[in-house]
């Protein structure tokens, strides 16, 4: 989708000759820190090229008037700045409702109404964070709009708030930031518990980074998520008998080994090695990275696979038969799942030469297993949201 297909479009939907203005906000890849963040550990996510456009203009009224190529059947969805409340009716719309409303509330006056057209080419379902990417384009739309001088950190923070309280969803902030503060060609190392930050160079030289989507529906990962977190919480609370601590994210792998035997229950055991470990590992490939050692880092996401295959147990069937088959194929430095797991996408760090042949001997070994296909997507680590003043 280009600047002149996007402005065609917006012209048609809202019936108007003038040109709107252009917003990108990219999703995001989360190179390793897998289930950490809630855990009071790091994680390492990049910005990704694939993302959400968002063409808009502002109106005299008070009317705004929302329109996404991606959800067409829908319509234009209206709604006026008097009443910005949650409605269901409003499906995907209410992302950029709650983060107007929050605006409005945190000190950045949106005085008009808007019509916005959105365009995202993130692959829904996929667990590479499309909501938090429709939040940060819907944020930069307001402060290129409305001229609002907004810290980057505030508006990622209204983002996270919009997740948690407008839509009711209990995610951590790692999304909201790798969307806002992405750099091209880096990761960042991101500390979840105190919002310290770092950006390390990812220098792939002749690899590239492939995102498997296993095209299975997310449909547990809700529920599933909301249990794991109670299994670490329980976990440290059985700790804290004897150990002051105050996140397991807080623990060495070491010290985890001298104190694990005061947790109770096998399973809950299993979960917080987990998260010591892989919060190890994250601190561990910024090193890597840093240094240019890229086997040693493949090296490292696949043991967080391994980890969340066996002690977290969030990974199944379809992501460990991805990252199974691609650590036997040439050319490839690591793989790994990303995201929250029970479905979603696995990445995979592959040489160029060899990219054809890893998206056919993945499909051909998947389709085998389940019946149908994977799909692939070759992704560069992106700018953060802003808006776009050049041609596209």
Known sequence: MNQQQLSQAFQEVFETTDSPRFFFA???????????????????????????????????????????????DEGVIECDLA????????????????????????????????????????????????????????????????????????????????ENDYIGVNSGIMDQFAIGKGKKDAAMLLD???????????????????????????????SKYNERRAECEQALTDLRT????????????????????????????????HAVYENERTLLALQELEQGRLQQFGKLMNESHISLRDDYEVTGAELDTIAETAWQLPGVIGARMTGAGFGGCAIAIVHSAEVANFKEQITQKYTEAFGYAPSFYEAKISDGAKELTEEF
Not at 61 to 69: E, G, H, I, P
Not at 121 to 128: E, S, T
Request: hydrophobic content about 40%; glycine content about 10%; overall charge negative.
């Open 26 to 72: 990219p999703g995001r890849i989360n190179l390793i820190g897998e289930h950490t963040d809630y855990n009071g550990g790091h994680v390492f996510p990049a910005a990704i090229s694939f993302g959400t456009y968002a063409a808009a203009q502002k109106r005299s009224d008070q009317k705004l008037r929302f329109y996404s190529l991606n959800f067409s």
């Open 83 to 162: 009443d910005l409340s949650h409605n269901p009716d409003h499906s995907w719309a209410n992302f950029p409702k709650g983060m107007i409303q929050l605006f409005n509330e945190n000190g950045f006056p949106i005085p008009h109404g808007m019509d916005i057209l959105f365009f995202g080419n993130i692959p829904n379902g996929a667990g590479l964070s499309s909501s938090a990417s429709i939040e940060m384009a819907t944020g930069v739309v307001l402060e290129g709009l409305f001229d609002l001088a907004i810290d980057r950190l505030k508006m990622i923070q209204l983002g996270q708030k919009v």
């Open 192 to 222: 979840c518990q105190t919002l310290d930050y770092r950006y390390a160079p990812v220098d792939l030289g002749e690899h590239e980074i492939v995102i498997i989507n296993s095209n299975k529906q997310r449909t547990l990962a809700g």
């Open 242 to 273: 004897e150990v002051s601590v105050a996140s397991l994210g807080e623990l060495t792998s070491e010290q985890f080994e001298e104190v694990k035997h005061l947790i109770q229950d096998g399973t809950n055991l299993k979960r917080a090695k």
